[in-house]
Antibody, heavy 120, light 108 residues
Framework: EVQLLESGGGLVQPGGSLRLSCAAS????????MNWVRQAPGKGLEWVSY????????YYADSVKGRFTISRDNAKNSLYLQMNSLRAEDTAVYYC?????????????WGQGTLVTVSS | SSELTQDPAVSVALGQTVRITCQGD??????ASWYQQKPGQAPVLVFY???DRPSGIPDRFSGSSSRNTASLTITGAQAEDEADYYC???????????FGGGTKLTVL
């Protein structure tokens, strides 16, 4: 069974940092592209970042470029999101999502999400 | 990046057919995928590509595409289909993923 389990969320002050993790199981992690997608309270889905299977190709939404860093460790079946210079508008549930392939953007499995709250 | 536009809310009578649409320039080059999200839950992929439905998704969910518009059709809507629905695709550059703003479906 495919499982994605996010962790690392919490309350952080504006300007602070947080590192999210996503532990994958039930599939060959190294064979799948991955994404981070977030959802602010009461709002819609917003794509955050993409990483290829090898980690050599990475994309970011303009709203997080220069502040967030996506990475992966295929040996540990894990995906990460390092978030720096956090702002109030980064407050959201962050989901990791497996991409079907072919750089399609289609996400067939999602984690349950981890809540990040940026507030003083 | 480009945008995808969805109607904020749509309603359908129980057992009837409803179409949820998604418009955007990127849809001229890329097929959309569709996600169902119920309150407090993660999104679930219900349709993607030209004509693909993940295993376990009822066949009352279908998709189509024309020019810059993608559509998700639910034929014979059930009470459990009441949820938010989001479309997404690659943007025109291929370097970003874009989501529509979401459509809240009410089953009457």
């Amino acid at each position: 069974e495919v499982q994605l389990l996010e962790s690392g969320g919490g309350l952080v002050q504006p300007g602070g940092s947080l590192r999210l993790s996503c532990a994958a199981s039930g599939f060959t992690f190294s064979s799948y592209e991955m994404n981070w997608v977030r959802q602010a309270p009461g709002k819609g889905l917003e794509w955050v970042s993409y990483i290829s299977t090898s980690g050599n190709t990475i994309y970011y939404a303009d709203s997080v470029k220069g502040r967030f860093t996506i990475s992966r460790d295929n040996a540990k079946n894990s995906l990460y999101l390092q978030m720096n210079s956090l702002r109030a508008e980064d407050t959201a549930v962050y989901y990791c999502a497996r991409e079907l392939g072919g750089t399609s953007g289609y996400c067939d499995y999602w984690g349950q999400g981890t809540l990040v709250t940026v507030s003083s | 990046s480009s945008e995808l536009t969805q109607d904020p809310a749509v309603s359908v009578a129980l057992g009837q057919t409803v179409r949820i649409t998604c418009q955007g320039d990127s849809l001229r080059n890329y097929y959309a995928s569709w996600y169902q999200q119920k309150p407090g839950q993660a999104p679930v992929l219900v349709f993607y590509g030209k004509n693909d439905r993940p295993s376990g998704i009822p066949d009352r969910f279908s998709g189509s595409s024309s020019r810059n518009t993608a559509s998700l059709t639910i034929t014979g809507a059930q009470a459990e289909d009441e949820a938010d629905y989001y479309c997404n695709s690659r943007d025109s550059s291929g370097n970003y993923v874009v989501f529509g703003g979401g459509t809240k479906l009410t089953v009457l």
